[in-house]
């Protein structure tokens, strides 16, 4: 999905919401745990229940990795889910892999030609030769790390250099030479607040994909006031605080309807900002 | 396995080679692709052959993924045909992984507690809480990015910081609060060469785990003059150079020899150094 496209949804939809199917097998509902493939039957009901009000999917890899052979066919099954049924709908593989050269170009292979997800999550510890092979699909995009919402992203990424500069200011700095606004996104926290001030000094076009809102405190309201650019230019994950709002036979409902609580949230943010 | 054991297999063999697994299917000899699972066919060839010269393997997951759900199955299969025929022999899932806390340690409970691999490596980007739920296991290990072998190594890894320290020296100092010797490791790169002096000042006791000898051109006499310690304190891995060095059905036999030639260079080194 090329970038014009992902506007078109987000103006459609009036949202730019992304919905992390983080489907831990230890937490879902009693309901689908006699199905074959619980996880799976989890997914698509949330997926049924949350697509009116989503533009992106983003199936975070350790939760299904965490049952081996099991949790890549849930997986797999889920990705052609989404887009047997929502073409329109961004899927991004949140995977955050990185290796050398021709290592990462074999992890671009397996999700840009076996899974054909839109988007894959990179970490940029090792520099431009581990991020590129990513960049070499077309309507594919690499969303790079850049400010984590944890709190380990003290740890490195605010390291001043020699000149001043942000370990993550150097990475979005850097890293804009390896491609462009329509191949790159960046990960940037929600609860890292007015530095995204700095974020959008250095990458005024991109999208920022934005975690952190929900479960980890971040305010919906910050992260527009300081990220929202002309074409929006972000997309706000929800995890937790959507696919596990509920645990009875209602898991769903209940998850669509505070999707749509984001989804009025971000149209209100999308007309304040003159996007709608 | 603890890290006696480790240093004492390392003495029985006279060897610190690591065998690299990058079984990438697209390379893999004639002979083996009529095979249900040529990947495990290979491996277990691989396994069979190199055993003998050999104190850990270490399959990239690239080179699984890549085919999905049939790659790890390959995978799974790989590492139990290790455990149970070769239960001497350290195992490492070269993942690269690391996310927010919750994240990790599902991934985590993937690696240690499905596969019941011995180690992962892990990308420091996103700091204590992305490593911390690795360490939460008994005799198993973090292998942490600290100075890699690839070209993009230089983008960031070796930022100088206001104080003048290396972004890589920071991860080594900062992270060995994390865990210990018993639990940590790092990697750091044969084509990095006097940088090993900067490491070795900073974590004297550490296993390091460095590739890039042989196809990446690092030299096994360098790494083993700035980086072995009084117990080894290396694992030298090699990947291509071993499992792709023959092309025919002579293959496996090609690669043992090869592992002996490491080995055997290894030996010397080790007795150079007086640990054998």
Redesign the interface.
């Known amino acids: 999905m090329n970038k014009q496209e992902l506007i078109k949804q987000i103006k459609t939809k009036r949202s730019f919401l992304c919905v992390g199917l983080?489907s831990?097998i230890k937490k879902l509902p009693a309901c689908v745990m006699n199905s074959d493939d619980p996880v799976y039957e989890f997914n698509k009901a949330i997926i049924d229940a949350t697509a009116p009000y989503t533009v992106a999917y983003k199936p975070?890899l350790?939760?299904y990795?965490?049952?081996?052979?099991k949790?890549?066919?849930s997986l797999?099954k889920t990705i052609q889910y989404i887009k047997d049924n929502y073409p329109e709908i961004f899927i991004i593989a949140d995977a955050?892999?990185?290796?050398?050269?021709n290592?990462?170009a074999?992890?671009a292979?397996?999700f840009f030609e076996?899974?054909k997800v839109d988007a894959i999550t990179v970490?940029?510890?090792?520099?431009?030769?581990?991020?590129s092979p990513f960049l070499s699909y077309e309507g594919t995009w690499v969303i790079v790390?850049a400010l984590?919402?944890?709190?380990?992203?003290?740890?490195?990424?605010l390291?001043?250099?020699?000149n001043?500069e942000m370990?993550f200011e150097?990475?979005l700095r850097?890293s804009q030479n390896w491609g462009s606004d329509q191949n790159m996104m960046y990960v940037v926290g929600a609860t890292q607040g007015k530095s995204f001030e700095n974020v959008r000094n250095i990458v005024p076009n991109h999208f920022l994909l934005v975690?952190g809102v929900g479960a980890?405190g971040g305010s919906l309201e910050e992260v527009c006031h300081y990220g929202m650019n002309n074409e929006c230019g972000l997309l706000v994950n929800a995890s937790r605080a959507i696919i596990f709002a509920d645990n009875s036979d209602n898991f769903a409902t209940v998850a669509g309807e505070k999707a749509k609580d984001y989804q009025l949230q971000m149209e209100e943010q999308l007309k304040v900002h003159n996007i709608v």
Chains 1, 2 share one sequence.
């Open positions: 983080d831990d975070n350790a939760f990795e965490a049952t081996g052979v949790g890549w066919i797999e955050k892999r990185g290796d050398i050269g290592t990462s074999l992890y292979r397996s076996e899974m970490a940029p510890y090792m520099g431009q030769d581990s991020v790390l984590t919402s944890n709190p380990g992203s003290h740890d490195f990424q390291t001043k250099d020699e001043g370990l150097k990475v850097t975690p980890q």
